[in-house]
């Protein structure tokens, strides 16, 4: 397993940008596929965005596409997410996590470690 940790998360005004980051330890960092997952209060956590291990695919969920960028640098253990045009509904505790698939999926259950969350406000 990985050990994850997330940073870059505050309050933001809707129309704002954020970029949030997940510093990964572990020599086996490149060979997971990462992603991005979201969990409003009283609600599920809902998968945000995928990448595979060496970055060359990625995927979002279809509700925040163009909106949202998934990168890594892998030489960095560190993968990111870059949100634009933050609406409120963005407002949440965001996780990153690992998993030993090769293809991102939507299942939480498919990712096998997680980081702490960050939290991400966007005021109206």
């Known amino acids: 397993q990985v050990q994850l940790v997330e940073s870059g998360g505050g309050l933001v005004q809707a129309g704002g940008s954020l970029r949030l980051s997940c510093a990964a330890s572990?020599?086996?960092?490149?060979?997971?596929?990462m992603g991005w997952f979201r969990q409003a209060p009283g609600k599920e956590r809902e998968f945000v965005a995928g990448?595979?291990?060496?970055?060359?695919?990625?995927y979002y969920a279809d509700s925040l596409k163009g909106r949202f960028t998934i990168s890594r640098d892998n030489a960095k253990n560190t993968v990111y997410l870059e949100m634009n045009s933050l609406k409120p509904e963005d407002t949440a505790v965001y996780y990153c996590?690992?998993?030993?698939?090769?293809?991102?999926?939507?299942?939480?259950?498919?990712?096998?470690?997680w980081g702490q969350g960050t939290q991400v406000t966007v005021s109206s």
């Open positions: 996590a690992a998993s030993r698939f090769t293809q991102p999926t939507m299942n939480p259950r498919s990712y096998d470690s």
């Open positions: 990448i595979t291990w060496r970055g060359g695919i990625t």
């Open positions: 572990g020599r086996t960092f490149s060979s997971y596929t």
